[in-house]
């Protein structure tokens, strides 16, 4: 059989032990938030300092030299570039790990959620990169208004950004990798059951999901352990 086409979607379970929180795992609160709370339209309205502390702390974690891509995200990068038919990694992370895992590939990559690295500005549309704090009166570097800038990330209520490629990678799918999400938070969740019948579908995570039942196979463990396993048993089958 010729080589499937190929869709892996990760959460933050696959930079869990890069040092980053998960949403909705042990230490995933902020300030005795919830992520629904914090990571809306709604909230940032309502407490735009609040809401900008939130990402700010996230976006120190990617600046600190010990937070860094590991065997998980290596291990994607090298099936992604070693992959005979199209493939496409989905990620619902904002953090930056995949792109520093795979400089050279960043056309296969599509962060669903944005990016913590970028801003947008609310007045002139404007998206930048971004490394530092960011407060209600940072002027925005395109049309130097102040109070417009968010971080470009797709918050709850939001629609996720690549949809239509997404869509269209869905269709020709064949084999489906998810990795190191709860399945909880849609579409992304949604993603296993469309492909249901039509393509091998394999969760790799830490414990069984909320739909780990969809799946026509599973492995729980680690991510550093159980993603570079199953990446090099699916390279070594390849012909
Ligand atoms: N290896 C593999 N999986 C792990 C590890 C690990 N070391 N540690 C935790 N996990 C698993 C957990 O068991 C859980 O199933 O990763 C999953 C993380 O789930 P969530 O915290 O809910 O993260 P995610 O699924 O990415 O959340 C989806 O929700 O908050 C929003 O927009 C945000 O993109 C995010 C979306």
Redesign the pocket.
Same mark, same amino acid.
Do not use: C, D, M, Y
């Given at each position: 059989m010729a080589n499937p086409p190929l869709i892996i979607l990760t959460? *933050?379970?696959?930079s *869990? &032990?890069s040092g980053l929180a998960?949403?909705? @795992?042990h230490g @995933?609160l902020w300030a005795g938030h919830k !992520?629904e709370d914090v *990571?809306t339209p709604q909230a940032f309205a309502r407490d735009p300092e609040m809401v900008h502390g939130f990402y700010n702390a996230r976006r120190a974690q990617l600046r600190d030299p010990a937070v860094q891509p590991n065997p998980a995200h290596h291990a994607l990068a090298r099936l992604v570039a070693a992959w005979p038919a199209p493939a496409l990694l989905v990620t619902? /992370?904002v953090d930056d790990l995949h792109h520093r895992a795979m400089p050279d590939q960043l056309d296969r990559l599509l962060p669903m959620?944005g990016s913590l690295r970028r801003i947008r500005c609310t007045r002139c549309s404007q998206v930048a990169d971004w490394e530092d704090d960011l407060a209600t009166d940072t002027p925005c570097p395109g049309c130097g208004n102040t109070g417009g800038l968010r971080p470009d990330i797709v918050w709850f209520g939001e629609m996720p950004m690549g949809m239509d490629r997404i869509e269209a990678a869905l269709e020709q799918c064949r084999l489906f990798l998810s990795i @190191?999400?709860?399945g909880? !938070?849609y579409p992304a969740a949604g993603f296993v059951a469309a492909l249901s019948g039509v393509a091998r579908t394999v969760e790799l /995570?830490? &414990?069984p999901?909320a739909g780990s039942h969809l799946f026509d196979e599973a492995h729980h463990g680690? *991510?550093t352990e159980v993603v570079p396993r199953f990446v090099d048993a699916l390279l070594a089958s390849l012909r």
């Open positions: 959460g *933050a379970g696959i *869990a &032990e998960t949403f909705r @795992g @995933g !992520v *990571a619902q /992370n959620h @190191g999400t709860s909880l !938070v /995570n830490l &414990e999901s680690p *991510a």
